[in-house]
């Protein structure tokens, strides 16, 4: 996923917006690459292309958990990030099954999410891939 793998900013975001943790999968890209970002959408046949006309940049984003459970970890799991970008996709991971697992209290969940941002990636990192 090479795509992911060179893009510039995080593609994997967990943020909290409005008291509530989100997570999103995005792409970005300079305006000249437009098409492609809708035809990843279309490919898909998910997300949304957003355009940033001060910045001449574009971006593919999927943020809907059961979309990104369906389509986007299958992805991943199957074709594996070669660069970082897999420590920043394994905790995006983590995330999602911390927002949907039943038994943890909206505080807990808090918690470990707020730990599992923090983390930073170790030093001399390598991708299992």
């Known amino acids: 996923?090479?795509?992911?793998?060179?893009?510039?900013?995080?593609?994997?975001?967990?943020?909290?917006?409005?008291?509530?943790?989100?997570?999103?999968?995005?792409?970005?890209?300079?305006?000249?690459?437009?098409?492609?970002?809708?035809?990843?959408?279309?490919?898909?046949?998910?997300?949304k292309v957003l355009k940033f006309e001060s910045r001449r940049l574009a971006c593919f984003t999927i943020s809907d958990r059961k979309v990104l459970k369906e389509i986007i970890f299958p992805i991943f799991d199957k074709y594996p990030l070669l660069t970082s970008k897999y420590f920043n996709y394994f905790k995006f991971k983590q995330a999602f099954y911390i927002l949907e697992n039943a038994s943890l209290t909206k505080d807990?969940?808090?918690?470990?999410?707020?730990?599992?941002?923090?983390q930073s990636i170790p030093e001399n990192y390598i991708s299992p891939a």
């Open 1 to 47: 996923m090479g795509l992911t793998d060179s893009d510039y900013f995080d593609s994997f975001s967990i943020e909290k917006i409005k008291g509530r943790f989100v997570l999103k999968y995005s792409i970005h890209q300079p305006f000249y690459n437009l098409r492609l970002l809708y035809h990843i959408k279309k490919t898909l046949g998910y997300g």
């Open 108 to 118: 807990e969940k808090d918690q470990k999410l707020f730990v599992l941002k923090d």
